[in-house]
């Protein structure tokens, strides 16, 4: 299996722009997790869904941020308008089959908002 | 909310040495989880251990959890420069994973 897939693995916009991350988690899994990490704040449950449906999106910062899950291999995290204090390396991690526990993360999208 | 601790923060030391890193939780672990991150990665699980006082081995490294399951640590022995990453615990509850702040480790060959 591929594993956890994201892209771009690194994006650099200026404050104001839309950004859209994107991911593909292991086929089968049944759950998708949103994460962003940042030396002074570190790994941050932004969203997850389970089968497509969000289920808890309390870690989202605020309105700016969205998550859909059009289908079971597919993820989008868009950020609308970006800010510079958005910049951070954002994960995708998917979770399923018999290994209920284990999170399998993806490489991460580093983000740079000027 | 589940509030985990790790300690310490930063850590270097010479290739061969011994460490030892700590995770305490401010309530009890439904599972609790080591993770390693390297530079540029994401987190790659370790171990999960369950049961308190359990101790499980994954070649040079040893890891405790706590007999009230609300803290555990993670032993190297004979570190090499390949452990060199973030070591992260976690609750391992797919519906609440929390993860620590990790312990930075750096070791020098």
């Known amino acids: 299996d591929a594993g956890v897939i994201q892209s771009p693995r690194h994006e650099v916009t200026e404050m104001g722009q839309e950004v859209t991350l994107r991911c593909k988690p292991i086929?089968?899994?049944?759950?998708l997790f949103w994460y962003r990490q940042t030396m002074m704040r570190g790994l941050e449950l932004l969203i997850y869904f389970n089968n497509n449906v969000p289920i808890d999106d309390s870690g989202m910062p605020e309105d700016r941020f969205s998550a859909k899950m059009p289908n079971a291999s597919f993820s989008t995290l868009k950020i609308q308008p970006s800010e510079p204090r958005d910049s951070a390396v954002y994960f995708c991690?998917?979770?399923?089959?018999?290994?209920?526990?284990?999170?399998?993360f993806g490489p991460g999208t580093r983000l740079l908002v000027l | 909310t589940q509030l985990l601790e790790q300690s310490p923060q930063f850590l270097s030391i010479q290739e061969g040495e011994n460490l030892t890193v700590y995770c305490n939780s401010s309530s009890v672990f439904s599972s609790l989880q080591w993770y390693r991150q390297e530079p540029g990665e994401g987190p790659v699980l370790l171990v999960t251990?369950?049961?308190?006082?359990e101790v499980k081995k994954l070649k040079r490294l040893t890891f405790q959890f706590g007999d009230a399951r609300k803290d555990s640590s993670l032993h190297i022995t004979a570190a090499q420069p390949g452990d060199t990453g973030l070591y992260l615990c976690?609750?391992?509850?797919?519906?609440?994973?929390?993860f620590g702040p990790g312990t930075r480790l750096s070791v020098l060959p």
């Open positions: 991690a998917s979770v399923g089959g018999t290994g209920k526990e284990t999170q399998y």
């Open positions: 251990v369950v049961t308190g006082g």
């Open positions: 976690a609750d391992g509850r797919v519906q609440n994973f929390v």
């Open positions: 086929s089968g899994h049944d759950y």
